[in-house]
């Protein structure tokens, strides 16, 4: 029988059988293969070896990517058609207090003023009028910035915290948009605009400026981490973890000491604040510093001045350490959710702003009074009498201080474009400045002036002293010591 002959003998059935046989050697072989890409995926990745950094890069830029937002100038949060076009301030009670303020800017902010790149910050009375400007050196500060991916233009790149030095210069940190990482660093500026130093890619957030100039900053450090201080604890980031502390700067800008949140939280007892985070890859997110003053320590049983204070978003919890021995001394977890900007006030409480902690029918947000003692939380605002400006929200970000007396504070709304004032023991509104600029000139669009609102960073009581160092002229000094 010839071939043909025996191809024709095969019935129909057992030839479509004959034609579906599977080449195992093919299987075994792309198996195989997946098997040798995984081990050396594997090894790459703990060893770094080629094509690692090339795959990270990648990821890095991808994550860039997707956080690009360029419709608006930074900081503009919306438009509004019928906003006003400009800030605007507005006393809201006789009670408002007098004290000069300093306000903290950004691109395109008060460029009548800063006209390269606009002010990084500012002094302006009660009525809004400006009295002091630092410019905005963005050139000096990232024009060689490195480790970032995205879109880095130099106006992706505003200040987020500022703390004013004793001889009138800033330090500021930085965040960025439409970049990966966000962190853009720490800078110490002069009236000038003189960068004296510089770290750029870990400070972030909001600082604090003692009374000796040291500069307590919240630090960023990415790196690949499984497990913090040998803990069982698995954190499940398939990229680096952004591994976040306290970082002590002198006046000079070199580090004194560096404290990492995670590691001692663990190695103090708490590893159930690393079990319970929502985003294995950011555990911490450290947003705020305060620092002890005597006074303050003397209300807290167990404190000492120095002793340091932080707000922990992902954790939604407070903590108060000693920052050269790295011991936790208290701990308030789960009173607030998602909270910024933890300070003390005078009696040892602690102020905070609490995003998502408040009342969803009163816009979700709120201020509290936390009790470091007994764990205790009192809402300060939004009260009865706080109705003429609510809703109040911001989702994320928000700063409050409180004023040198201990009886006002000052609040930054950023998702509501304002700063206002109220009354701690009442709740009572006391003064506001919305925060707005025209658009249109940036954007390169014609017509009437258009309102962009603007996020707001944060707004800080000025000091008799700071205002005297400052030398801002007698009236505005006689001010600032009411």
Not at 87 to 93: A, E, F, H, M, T
Not at 183 to 196: C, N, Q, Y
Not at 219 to 238: D, P, S, T, Y
Request: aromatic share 8%; with cysteine; charged share 25%.
């Amino acid at each position: 029988m010839n071939d043909k002959e025996m191809v024709r003998a095969i019935p129909p059935k057992a030839a479509k059988k004959r034609k579906r046989s599977f080449d195992w050697s093919a299987l075994a072989f792309v198996a195989a293969l997946c098997l040798l890409s995984f081990l050396y995926g594997t090894t790459s990745n703990e060893l770094n070896l080629p094509p690692n950094s090339q795959v990270r890069q990648a990821f890095y830029a991808l994550k860039a990517f997707r956080l690009i937002d360029n419709d608006l100038p930074t900081g503009v949060m919306r438009v509004d058609p019928d906003a006003e076009p400009r800030s605007s301030v507005r006393r809201l009670d006789p009670t408002a207090g007098d004290e000069l303020l300093l306000v903290t800017g950004g691109p395109y902010r008060k460029t009548d003023l800063c006209p390269k790149y606009g002010c990084l910050a500012w002094v302006a009375d009660r009525s809004g009028k400006v009295v002091r400007t630092w410019p905005l050196p963005l050139d000096a500060l990232f024009q060689d910035a490195k480790g970032y991916e995205g879109d880095q233009r130099l106006t992706n790149f505003y200040p987020n915290g500022v703390g004013l030095l004793s001889d009138g210069s800033l330090v500021a940190t930085f965040h960025s948009r439409n970049t990966y990482p966000y962190a853009g660093g720490i800078a110490r500026i002069g009236a000038d605009g003189k960068v004296f130093w510089k770290s750029v890619g870990d400070g972030h957030h909001w600082l604090h400026v003692g009374p000796d100039d040291r500069i307590y900053a919240p630090v960023q450090i990415r790196r690949k981490l499984n497990h913090i201080a040998g803990n069982a604890v698995e954190l499940h980031c398939a990229d680096v973890v952004h591994d976040e502390g306290v970082r002590i700067y002198r006046p000079d800008g070199k580090i004194e000491r560096t404290v990492l949140m995670a590691d001692m939280l663990v190695r103090g007892g708490y590893p159930g604040l690393i079990y319970s985070v929502s985003n294995g890859c950011d555990p911490i997110h450290l947003n705020s510093i305060d620092v002890a003053s005597p006074e303050v320590a003397s209300r807290i049983t167990g404190a000492k001045s120095g002793d340091v204070l932080v707000s922990l978003r992902e954790k939604s919890a407070i903590v108060l350490f000693d920052p050269e021995t790295a011991k936790v001394k208290r701990v308030i977890v789960g009173r607030t959710a998602a909270q910024h900007s933890a300070k003390f006030l005078p009696d040892g409480t602690v102020l905070a702003f609490d995003n998502q902690g408040g009342a969803k029918a009163l816009g979700g947000s709120r201020i509290v009074r936390l009790n470091l003692v007994d764990g205790s939380v009192q809402t300060l605002f939004p009260t009865q009498e706080s109705r003429a400006l609510l809703p109040f929200f911001s989702e994320t970000g928000g700063f409050v201080m409180p004023s040198p007396d201990g009886k006002r504070a000052m609040v930054s709304s950023e998702d509501q474009s304002r700063d206002f004032e109220f009354d701690l023991a009442t709740g009572r509104p006391l003064w506001i400045m919305t925060h707005a600029i025209d658009v249109n000139p940036i954007m390169k669009k014609r017509g009437k002036p258009l309102a962009g609102l603007l996020n707001v960073r944060g707004t800080y009581y000025l000091t008799k002293d700071q205002a005297i160092a400052l030398d801002l002229g007698e009236a505005e000094q006689r001010l600032a010591s009411r």
